[in-house]
């Protein structure tokens, strides 16, 4: 299972918020580049990097902070917010991004979802974030009646191979994983998922291995230092799955 980091990015800077709630953030890093390293360091194989700001806006905001991430790390970077036209995607693509995801955009624009699987394949990930049962779009500030699992499968019937499912609820407190809404995606949905939100023990990572994720995304539990970045990896990285 990959362990992703998770590097979120507003006004410049590392922050973390509960439920998505702009109002309730906590700044970790002025200078994201430096979460960054330091998570390398610690052994992480890939980064989550999200701007939060641009997935409010529609449309990329912090591409600096983003290209200064990519010149002080030498792993791979999936990336997303506010990526909702070609030449966003093409931007980060250029800029050292090796997978984008795709969220509000997914729900509104399936076309480009289709365009870009097509023009980059495996490259691609859809964000199914979740609010009671439910997608939310626009920085989460907005909301769908469309469920995740059927957008997924959807999707997965048109080449999405990656998918990173949230629960909102959960994202930031600590609360652990919903287990029950992955475990269903997982189920039905045939394609690589990506737990996120609520892990805050290593045995919320176990948990969610145990039910068939192939990554997870750890934020707050790492940045509070509740989880030891190296214990994890050693436990449940790639490498270790392969002792």
Known sequence: MILYPAIDI?????????????????????DPSL??????????????????????????????TVAQI??????????????????DLEGAFGAGVERVILGTAALQDPDLVSRAGARWGDRIAVALDTRDGQLATDGWLGQSDTSA??????????????????????????????????????????????????????????AVANAGAAGVIIGRALYDGRISLVNAVALFGRSAAAC
Do not use: K, M
């Open 10 to 30: 507003r006004g410049g800077r590392c922050v973390r918020l509960v439920e998505g709630d702009f109002d309730r953030e906590t700044i970790y890093d002025s």
């Open 35 to 64: 979460a960054a390293r330091r998570w390398v360091d610690a052994g992480a194989e890939w980064l989550h990097v999200v701007d939060l700001d641009g997935a409010v806006a529609g449309r990329p905001i912090n591409g600096e």
């Open 70 to 87: 990519r010149a002080a790390v030498d792993v791979p970077i999936q990336f997303g917010g506010g990526l909702r036209q070609l030449n």
């Open 149 to 206: 699992v059927d957008l997924a499968q959807r999707l997965a019937g048109s080449g999405i191979r990656h998918f990173v499912y949230t629960d909102i609820r959960r994202d930031g407190t600590l609360s652990g994983p919903d287990l029950r809404g992955l475990s269903e995606l997982i189920e039905h949905v045939d394609a690589n998922v990506i737990a996120s939100g609520g892990i805050a023990s290593l045995e919320d990572i176990r």
